[in-house]
Nanobody
């Protein structure tokens, strides 16, 4: 069983930066793949970034080059560093985890553990 607590959201001006954190419980967390998703009002939850247990990373095209996902297994925490933020990045951001497998998972229904979400608002 894994429990996730995501935090770090806030209000920032366009062009600014935020770092989201996903703190996890569970001694086997290092074997999990972790993803960040976001959901804007009236829209479906969408994939943002993921990091596999071995450390390989993947990004949605909309955030590539601006966001960086990383993990600290000693602290059982995954981070999402967000730079050059745009108003279009405004959403509730969720971290999610699943046991790792041989392929990347980018659909929300492929993840079994979720944080409660943290609001990110980017003003123009």
């Amino acid at each position: 069983q894994v429990q996730l607590v995501d935090s770090g959201g806030g209000l920032v001006q366009a062009g600014g930066s935020l770092r989201l954190s996903c703190a996890a419980s569970g001694r086997t967390f290092s074997t999990y793949a972790v993803g960040w998703f976001r959901q804007a009002p009236g829209k479906e939850r969408e994939f943002v970034a993921a990091i596999r247990s071995a450390g390989s990373t993947y990004y949605a095209d909309s955030v590539k080059g601006r966001f960086t996902i990383s993990r600290d297994n000693a602290k059982i925490t995954v981070y999402l560093e967000m730079n050059s933020l745009k108003p279009a990045d405004t959403a509730v951001y969720y971290c999610a985890a699943r046991t790792d497998s041989l392929r990347l998972h980018t659909r929300p229904d492929e993840y079994g553990y979720w944080g409660l979400g943290t609001q990110v608002t980017v003003s123009s």
